[in-house]
């Protein structure tokens, strides 16, 4: 796969040097030759120092041949910029932009550019690894079961079903703004929602990592 790379930061240059050794074609573009510089001996890559929305630095990283163009800088507006360019002018198929600043992850959206946040998907682990407080045991049946209400939070597509046969529970409620409702067998569950469920002990922790921390396992 041909892949331009728009900015060679820290997060740029490794990312180009990772597509790279997996074997895609890399050119990566930055005004700064020092930044180009982080990419080593080792990059097998192309190389261009100069304006990053330049249609001539563009052309010579061969954007009309590109497979994918993703801009990765630290400045929204050469990323948007770019991504524009990229998309109305010379079609390439696949454009993925970086967000900086969240507040203008709308602009990003409003124009149709497809997004990563790399600094929201770090918190995102980072919370995951934090002691689960939306947890609340609500009552101890005997000795082995407890009833809690839980935050689904993590969950990929799962019906109720789904989620009681792999956690071992019953959900007996869902809850969600402010109103509880016996759930259905197929009916989906979403993140957000605030289940009550009935779990033995020792599969309460099994179901915690399920809704909170699959993801990342």
């Avoid at 060679?8 to 074997?23: H, I, P, V």
């Avoid at 120092?49 to 163009?69: H, Q, R, V, W």
């Avoid at 770090?122 to 079961?145: G, H, R």
Wanted: charged share 30%; with cysteine; hydrophobic share 35%.
């Amino acid at each position: 796969m041909y892949i331009i790379i728009i900015g060679c930061g820290r997060f740029g240059s490794n990312l180009a040097k990772r597509l790279s050794d997996e074997g895609n074609n890399v050119c990566v573009i930055d005004r700064n030759g020092d930044k180009l510089n982080y990419l080593g001996s080792g990059f097998n890559g192309q190389r261009i120092k100069g304006i990053e929305f330049d249609s001539d630095n563009l052309e010579e990283a061969g954007i009309k041949n590109a497979e994918a163009l993703i801009p990765v800088t630290s400045d929204d507006n050469i990323n948007i910029t770019v991504s524009l360019i990229a998309d109305k002018i010379y079609h390439v198929p696949r454009i993925i932009a970086r967000v900086n600043d969240p507040e203008k992850k709308y602009f990003y959206q409003k124009l149709g550019i497809e997004t990563i946040n790399p600094v929201e998907y770090e918190l995102e682990i980072l919370t995951s690894k934090l002691p689960v407080k939306s947890l609340e045991v609500i009552y101890t049946l005997d000795d082995n079961y407890v009833i809690i209400k839980i935050l689904a939070n993590k969950i990929k597509t799962e019906t109720v079903n789904d989620l009681e046969s792999k956690c071992h529970c019953i959900i007996a409620g869902i809850l969600k703004d402010g109103k509880i409702r016996l759930p259905k067998k197929n009916e989906q569950i979403h993140n957000g929602d605030k289940l009550i469920c009935s779990v033995h002990k020792n599969d309460k922790e099994k179901l915690i990592n399920y809704l909170y921390k699959e993801m990342f396992l």
